[in-house]
């Protein structure tokens, strides 16, 4: 194989909750639960090519993360919550590739064997954010409305692409906008309308995020054994370690869960 000496990042995280035999205490611990043995190797990269980055490199990493903090239960949890993101279908982010289906979005985020393990939970947090968002849409409509009633629209302007005259004018708009539309009583009223509805649903959505992730967690859990240590590791891909340790499979000989903060 080839040696590598640089690597193409895609500035992503991602999280690893891993069950390990028992908490390593030295390098060599984790490149044994790890690696499967103990001697220093030239990691490969997802191309299959040899990198400058060792699997001491690696362990050193892993270790530093494992002594660095105590993890708590509430630490986990949050990773858990963090992929029941429900992206309705008509926003404008449909990222990561995935358009339009039948569901009325998708789960960005989600995927994975302890993934909504309570599908009805689930639903209803699908069937929250869909609400929310038919809501707001209404609001905002209502909002469009009233500003097109107190000024004519103007065509977005800036420097680059228009003139200057066009892009004063769009100025002269936004300043009219903020003293004639943003100030009246009824844009006050319709924002308030919208403020209510997202706390309303964040605490109703908040309760079931975390009911979710308590039984997924759980399940996730029951892999665990008398002895065994769980750790949450986070890796960036803005080196060439960083990118193999998230992107390269490291744990696929141990219990773990990955969860991807794009």
């Not at 968002?133 to 905002?140: G, V």
């Amino acid at each position: 194989m080839k040696i590598r000496n640089g690597f193409v990042s895609n500035s992503s995280s991602s999280s690893f909750i891993v069950i390990f035999p028992k908490k390593p205490k030295t390098e060599k611990d984790v490149m044994q639960m790890v690696y499967g043995f103990t001697e220093k190797n030239k990691l490969v990269d997802y191309d299959g090519q040899f990198v400058e980055s060792t699997t001491e490199d690696a362990a050193f990493e892993i270790l530093r993360q494992i002594n660095e903090k105590e993890v708590t239960k509430d630490d986990l949890l949050n990773e858990f919550i963090s992929r029941y993101y429900f992206s309705v279908n008509d926003r404008n982010f449909l990222g990561f590739g995935i358009g339009k289906n039948d569901e009325g979005g998708y789960w960005p985020f989600g995927g994975g064997k302890y993934f909504g393990t309570d599908k009805e939970l689930l639903n209803e947090i699908r069937l929250l954010a869909i609400k929310q968002h038919q809501e707001c849409a209404e609001i905002q409509k209502e909002q469009e409305g009233l500003k097109n009633s107190i000024l004519k629209p103007v065509p977005y302007a800036y420097e680059g692409k228009n003139t200057k005259a066009e892009i004063e004018k769009y100025e002269a708009y936004n300043k009219a906008l903020s003293e004639k539309v943003y100030s009246s009583k009824e844009w006050k009223f319709l924002e308030e309308k919208r403020r209510t509805i997202y706390t309303i649903n964040d605490k109703k959505e908040t309760n079931l995020k975390l009911k979710l992730a308590k039984l997924d967690f759980a399940a996730f859990l029951n892999q665990k054994e008398k002895g065994n240590f769980v750790a949450l590791l986070s890796f960036e891909d803005h080196s060439e370690l960083g990118a193999i340790l998230e992107h390269g499979g490291t744990f696929k000989r141990l219990p773990h869960e990955t969860f991807s903060h794009h």
